[in-house]
């Protein structure tokens, strides 16, 4: 069978690519292969999570190159490597609407809270855990969904509650959601995604 060939896009740490990466080690994505990581930033961990598994990183730097021509080489890059499936785990760069708009339900992204709660512009990272705190949620989570042009306003394919402790601050909330959510959810929805990919071709 052909394998559904995937690019990671990453920020930061890469605790989420680590978990996808862990996924395909243990035979939990049999339907897809990690065969890309990108970085929109320059020496993040994930870049050597990526090449401690033997998978090829590549940085292209958002920042310097500009909007345009870093999705001028991403969309090359992606074609070079005959990708069929962009995952976002914690990549933290906008991509426009024609970008976006070229994949359809071919890029999947993880967010940390229950969409339609806590999401949308200027919801990332930490800020989401401290908006949910603030306004005094007893349950959060994690949510996959397709990326459309709209800011975690896609189709929702996977989503899992956490139940917030009483007195955790938002760093420990954090890591609570991607332990009991986002580490398992992101690799599931992957698998999801590639096997219906692998169907569709093989059906033409
Ligand atoms: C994760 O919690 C992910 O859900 C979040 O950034 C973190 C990245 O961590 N993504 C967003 O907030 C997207 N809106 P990681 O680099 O360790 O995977």
């Given at each position: 069978?052909?394998?559904?060939?995937?690019?990671?896009?990453?920020?930061?740490?890469?605790?989420?690519?680590?978990?996808?990466?862990?996924?395909?080690?243990?035979?939990?994505?049999?339907?897809?292969?990690?065969?890309?990581?990108?970085?929109?930033?320059?020496?993040?961990?994930?870049?050597?999570?990526?090449?401690?598994?033997?998978?090829?990183?590549?940085v292209l730097h958002k920042k310097?190159?500009?909007?345009?021509?870093?999705?001028?080489?991403?969309?090359?890059?992606?074609?070079?490597?005959?990708?069929?499936?962009?995952?976002?785990?914690?990549?933290?760069?906008?991509?426009?609407?024609?970008?976006?708009?070229?994949?359809?339900?071919?890029?999947?992204?993880?967010?940390?809270?229950?969409?339609?709660?806590?999401?949308?512009?200027?919801?990332?990272?930490?800020?989401?855990?401290?908006?949910?705190?603030?306004?005094?949620?007893?349950?959060?989570?994690?949510?996959?969904?397709?990326?459309?042009?709209?800011?975690?306003?896609?189709?929702?394919?996977?989503?899992?509650?956490?139940?917030?402790?009483?007195?955790?601050?938002?760093?420990?909330?954090?890591?609570?959601?991607?332990?009991?959510?986002?580490?398992?959810?992101?690799?599931?929805?992957?698998?999801?995604?590639?096997?219906?990919?692998?169907?569709?071709?093989?059906?033409?």
């Amino acid at each position: 069978m052909l394998k559904a060939r995937i690019a990671v896009f990453v920020s930061g740490g890469g605790t989420n690519l680590q978990a996808l990466l862990d996924a395909e080690k243990e035979g939990k994505l049999p339907s897809g292969e990690i065969a890309l990581v990108v970085s929109n930033k320059p020496d993040v961990y994930a870049l050597e999570r990526a090449s401690a598994a033997g998978v090829e990183g590549v940085v292209l730097h958002k920042k310097i190159l500009g909007q345009e021509a870093f999705e001028k080489q991403l969309i090359a890059l992606l074609e070079e490597k005959k990708i069929d499936l962009i995952v976002l785990a914690g990549f933290l760069a906008i991509l426009s609407e024609d970008f976006v708009k070229r994949y359809p339900r071919r890029i999947i992204n993880i967010h940390p809270s229950l969409i339609p709660s806590f999401c949308g512009d200027g919801y990332y990272g930490l800020r989401v855990h401290e908006e949910a705190l603030k306004k005094g949620v007893k349950v959060t989570g994690a949510t996959v969904h397709f990326v459309n042009e709209i800011t975690d306003g896609g189709e929702i394919l996977l989503q899992k509650a956490v139940n917030i402790p009483e007195g955790i601050d938002a760093s420990g909330l954090q890591k609570l959601v991607m332990e009991e959510a986002e580490w398992l959810l992101l690799p599931a929805a992957a698998e999801q995604v590639s096997r219906e990919i692998v169907r569709k071709r093989n059906e033409t």
